[in-house]
């Protein structure tokens, strides 16, 4: 009968097991085909911030021509290949002198200063603003801007000034949101970038009365210049609070998609709009990676190098927008463009092109293969408990709920779902499957950690084959629960391995009286200090996770450097450093009793290694890299670890056994 029994469970565990590795083969399917198109998108567009560029080349004495001939010339290779050119307010023209904004009382007294002539029919407004123009075209331009994205009264005049024509458009407009209005791209720009056959990425300026007109007069526009990413300048797109805005969005769209224009979203800029937006064009998106004026008084070039490097390569950015210093000489700007360049290029990555996001969808195959993938897991996760019907019944009750989910809803919640429980259950079962209380052979316990990082990396190949999508690969979504997955299945494992403590020794009584002693026991300073670092560890990974980093000083950003140069890929400092070396050293000697909570230091590396891909914008060959060089190099430094221990550990016990036998002797001689 107890043969019977076992040879049921095993044959329950190799079906089980089965699963899984039909659910991966699947899984790993996606992978590639994403892998492939990964690796045919390693371009992106290095540019400059078209107006800034300008500003560079007044405070050098140049004309933006001369400057661009010398930053970018023919016949060379390029520094930069792009510009990003931000639409120009009112404001904009103002400064630059191609307009004057008056107010009603300004104008008159301009009128009486000038011995401007007007028609005899015009009476100023006081009310009302004056925008005069030296050029009819530039007139007419500002008219139809104010006509199409504004509800002002708008009215055209003609001036004499000096015998000279002077060109005015009245408006109700208020001054404030006048000089904010965005007035469209210049033509001489505009001749200026096609000239030098640069890429150009536009990004338009949000405006009040937002319609299928206006949409159509904006965007429309675009039509005729070679613009190849449309992004946005503020922080709510056009429209966002009308109550129309689902008719926004269509309208937006269609025409989008009829001009073949991706949009653009902004790394760390939040815009309101732009998720709605970016579903509605199926994620058909460039990524963008500025650097901020004020980011740029604080970092040095070769910060900027590393950065822009990593955001290329790492982050799959398309455009990279590159600030130039105010106090730089052209020839300065030159060798700060270049350096960046090459940085970038260093990295695998071309310079010369927008890189749109893969058009990626994951199948319903992959998503049910990813759902009987976790439920066998589940199943195994909770036979190590040792239950028995309920080890089948939770997890088949969760998989009918998530196929009722998605029958429902779609697939949405399910693949977030699926994703979740992967990373929990199977870096658990990792650990569960290799750590043990016996000791092995040095070789044995690094087969043993390759067998739990494979293990682990089953999780995260379901979870990013479900999640391999345009939606998520645009960082527009994102990973649910990265939270959870690092924590829950530490709180697992804790519950696991104190559960295999107490049976056989009187089960949870064993761990009531344990608790009940630890309670009882007096507190001294060493406990309090062990506790306070315990908690400080546990706060520091959990702020260290996720997508952003915080608390890096300049010590690790520095070794972090230089690792990336060396490996290509920098690991994680808390895998290689800390984690795997010491579940390492926990496979050597294996875990006594007491030692259990060094298990859950060690598996750290194993959740953490799961969580490298969940940053689901990031290639996955280079997540597996990463992976990669943190297991070789904790192998590394676990040996040295083991070695530590056992020769320098041992040789220090027994000189303190020694010297405790001697202190016992001489007291009992005294």
């Known amino acids: 009968m107890a043969s019977q029994k076992k040879r049921k469970m095993r044959t329950d565990r190799v079906l089980l097991c089965g699963l899984i590795v039909l659910a991966l083969v699947f899984s790993l399917s996606v992978l590639g085909v994403r892998a ?20 560079t080349a007044a405070r050098n004495g140049y004309t933006v021509e001369d400057a661009l001939a010398r930053l970018h010339p023919a016949g060379e290779e390029e520094l930069f290949s792009g510009v990003v050119y931000k639409e120009p307010t009112l404001f904009d023209w103002q400064n630059a002198g191609y307009l004057q904004i008056d107010s009603g009382t300004q104008l008159l007294n301009d009128m ?11 009476l100023a407004d006081y009310n009302h603003n004056y925008v005069m123009c030296h050029d009819e075209t530039l007139q007419q331009r500002v008219f139809e801007h104010l006509q199409h994205k504004t509800s ?19 408006t109700s407009y208020p001054y404030t949101d006048l000089s904010a209005l965005g007035i469209g791209f210049g033509e001489e720009d505009l001749a200026l970038i096609e000239q030098f056959d640069l890429d150009l990425v536009v990004q338009v300026r949000s405006w009040p009365k937002v319609n299928a007109e206006s949409l159509e007069f904006v965007f429309g526009g675009l039509s005729g210049l070679d613009v190849k990413a449309v992004g946005f300048n503020d922080t709510e797109l056009p429209g966002v609070q009308q109550n129309d805005w689902d008719e926004v969005v269509k309208d937006l769209t269609g025409i989008l998609q009829r001009q073949g224009l991706p949009i653009m979203s902004i790394e760390f800029y939040s815009q309101k709009g732009l998720q709605t937006m970016a579903q509605a064009m199926e994620y058909e998106m460039v990524r963008m990676h500025p650097v901020s004026e004020s980011e740029l008084l604080k970092l040095s070039d070769t910060r900027l190098q590393e950065r ?20 730089q000489s052209l020839d300065d700007a030159a060798a700060y463009i270049g350096a ?109 950690l390759c067998g739990m990082t494979l293990v682990s990396l089953v999780g995260a190949s379901l979870m990013a084959a479900v999640l391999s999508e345009r939606s998520y690969m645009s960082a527009v979504n994102v990973f649910s629960g990265v939270k959870i997955g690092q924590l829950v299945p530490l709180v697992l494992l804790m519950a696991y391995l104190l559960y295999k403590l107490a049976s056989g020794r009187g089960g949870a009584t064993y761990l009531l009286v344990g608790f009940t002693r630890l309670m009882k026991k007096q507190v001294t300073i060493g406990l309090v200090l062990l506790a306070g670092v315990a908690a400080v560890l546990l706060l520091v990974y959990m702020m260290r996770t996720g997508n952003t980093s915080t608390g890096i000083s300049d010590l690790e950003r520095a070794f972090r450097a230089f690792l990336d140069h060396v490996l290509l890929v920098r690991p994680r400092t808390k895998e290689f450093m800390i984690a795997h070396p ?11 009793r007491n030692l259990w909570p060094v298990v859950l230091l060690g598996a750290i590396g194993q959740v953490s290694l ?50 405790s036998q001697l202190a016992e002797d001489e007291s009992y001689g005294g």
Do not use: C
């Open 36 to 55: 492939v198109q990964e690796m045919a998108n390693r371009h992106t567009l290095l540019s400059l911030e078209w107006s800034q560029l300008k500003d």
């Open 112 to 122: 009486r200063a000038g011995g401007w002539q007007a028609d005899e029919t015009f």
């Open 152 to 170: 002002a009264q708008n009215i055209l005049h003609t001036f004499s000034a000096g015998g000279s024509p002077l060109y005015v458009v009245e």
């Open 308 to 327: 822009f490097a990593l955001a290329a390569s790492e982050r799959t950015m398309g455009v990279l927008m590159l600030r130039l210093r105010a106090n």
């Open 340 to 448: 960046v360049r090459d940085a970038v290029q260093a990295k695998g990555v071309a310079t010369d092109e927008v890189a749109v996001v893969p058009d990626a969808h994951v199948a319903p195959w992959t998503l049910l293969a990813g759902l009987a993938g976790v439920w066998a897991g589940g199943v195994l996760l909770l036979r190590k408990f040792d239950m028995k019907k309920w080890a089948w019944l939770l997890p088949t009750a969760a998989a009918a709920a998530a196929l009722l989910l998605l029958v429902v809803t779609g697939s949405y919640w399910v693949q977030k779902l699926v994703a979740l429980a992967a990373v929990v259950i199977f870096p658990f079962l990792g650990v569960a499957f290799f750590a043990r209380a016996e000791g092995r052979p040095l070789p044995g316990a690094i087969g043993a």
């Open 582 to 592: 010491i579940m390492l050293a926990i496979l050597y000697f294996g875990y006594r």
């Open 610 to 659: 799961v969580n490298t891909f969940e940053h689901l914008h990031t290639p996955v060959l280079v997540s597996a890299l990463r992976t990669f060089n943190g297991l070789v190099l904790g192998i590394v430094i676990g040996v040295v670890l083991i070695w530590f221990v056992k020769y320098v550990g041992g040789w220090a016990y027994k000189k303190a056994q020694i010297l």
